[in-house]
């Protein structure tokens, strides 16, 4: 979740606690947000790049970071989706990073799948500071190419509509063989509600929000995602050499081609691999107690926008206990909500199962409700935050796990 305002001063912080100097320092990775020279409008990035560099590691390897503030105003850096990140250090809120300054931090692992970190203030997300952060699997998947598809939104077109960005491109350029295997990490950074459409193809979705689900072909070749949310995708390169596919992703202002599938004249095999077991499972729960679960609702009224969080939890729960939450939209926009360092479920409208996937971030309808389960397994307080599309926020407060 990407929010401004007084969301703002909320610095998401990591489940370790910070030390000043990491041991190895070769084994910290350094991030510099600083503001990038010629850009008009203004861009912002982390290491020089739009998106920043890619942070890729196995899963229960230890990520060291570095985070070096140049920019001329605070900033903080979260890290999105990754279970047991965003623990606040002092609730409900504790200082971002002021400028000049820098900060150590190390973070756990303990899933493989997409993830990414970017900045906490909307505007500083969406003006570059956003980036990859890939968990690999302890052996290796049976796939060609690992490819990420990052789609941001772009400076103001001449229309005056928000154009989108691809990798930081107008649009991309894949050469690709027949009968070839491609895991596209597909993440949502822009500020919509993005349907993404590979054409002629029959895109695998092998996980959500980073989780491992029943792999299932997407209807019509198409994912929704909304702002935040990541689809891992496996798609075999059924055409014939010399043919061409978009990749294209529609928004309420219209349909832009985000990249191109160029085929090879060259097949890489002679057949296409068979189909694709399922991802390896993350150490999530595979059932949850509904009957002794602690049951909460919130409303997203907009009220909040611009007030300082309680000084007291929403709740306190202790770890292993369910919690099933009620999320209500009172508001006139769609919300996205998430839940900030776990990964829930999507309950069935009479609370009776729940989706077969995990997600940590959900959009919420205009007068909806959606209900969610998940069970906190650490000790700790995490932020449940939600914002209109456009980035405005609505709710930010905070839960305790003892």
Not at 85 to 90: D, Q
Not at 313 to 323: D, K, L, M, Q
Request: proline share 9%; glycine share 8%.
């Amino acid at each position: 979740m990407m929010l401004g305002g007084a969301a703002a001063a909320i610095a998401t912080t990591i489940p370790a606690p910070v030390r000043s100097q990491p041991t190895r320092m070769e084994d910290v990775r350094v991030l510099r947000a600083a503001a990038l020279e010629g850009r008009s409008p203004p861009a912002l990035a982390y290491g020089g790049t739009v998106p920043g560099p890619i942070l890729r590691l196995r899963r229960g390897d230890e990520l060291a970071v570095r985070l070096i503030n140049s920019l001329d105003e605070a900033t903080a850096l979260d890290w999105h989706g990754l279970r047991g990140a965003g623990m606040l250090a002092s609730p409900p809120q504790r200082p971002p990073l002021a400028p000049g300054t820098s900060v150590d931090m190390r973070l756990a692992c303990p899933d493989a799948g997409t993830f990414w970190y970017h900045a906490e203030r909307h505007d500083q997300a969406r003006r570059g500071l956003h980036g990859l952060l890939v968990v690999e699997e302890s052996e290796p998947v049976a796939v060609d190419r690992d490819l990420p598809l990052i789609i941001a939104d772009a400076p103001v077109s001449d229309a005056g509509a928000p154009a989108l960005m691809a990798n930081g491109a107008p649009t991309l350029q894949w050469p690709v063989r027949t009968n070839e295997r491609l895991r596209l990490r597909l993440v949502n950074a822009a500020s919509r509600v993005l349907a993404v459409r590979i054409e002629a193809h029959r895109p695998m979705v092998m996980a959500l929000d980073g989780q491992p689900c029943e792999p299932f072909v997407a209807r019509d070749a198409e994912v929704f995602l909304g702002p935040g949310n990541r689809a891992d995708l496996f798609v075999d390169m059924v055409l014939t050499p010399g043919a061409a596919a978009a990749i294209v992703a529609q928004t309420e202002s219209g349909t832009a081609t985000v990249a191109t599938l160029s085929y090879g004249e060259t097949p890489l095999r002679a057949a296409p691999l068979a189909p694709p077991q399922p991802l390896p499972a993350n150490d999530l729960p595979a059932r949850m107690d509904f009957a002794g679960a602690f049951k909460s609702d919130l409303v997203l009224t907009g009220t909040l926008t611009g007030a300082e969080p309680s000084s007291r939890p929403a709740f306190s729960i202790r770890r292993g206990r369910t919690v099933m939450l009620g999320l209500s939209n009172r508001t006139a926009a769609v919300q996205v909500v998430r839940v900030h360092g776990h990964a829930f479920r999507l309950l069935d409208r009479l609370d009776d199962g729940w989706k077969p996937f995990w997600l940590d971030t959900l959009v919420v309808p205009s007068g909806g409700t959606h209900r969610v389960a998940f069970v906190p397994d650490r000790a700790g307080a995490f932020l449940i935050t939600a914002a209109g599309i456009a980035g405005a926020p609505s709710l930010t407060t905070w839960f305790e796990v003892t």
